[in-house]
């Protein structure tokens, strides 16, 4: 593979875990402020 394919790859993955992890975060916050009331 070429250094473009990787690095396409690469911030493909990293886009991915980022919004798995924001998604894995995000209810959580937004069940605080319902367990607080």
């Given at each position: ?13 990293c ?9 894995v ?13």
């Open positions: 593979m070429s250094d473009k394919h990787m690095t396409f790859y690469v911030s493909l993955w886009k991915d875990r980022v919004e798995k992890e924001v998604n975060h995000l209810p959580k916050k937004k069940s605080i402020p319902k367990l607080r009331n």
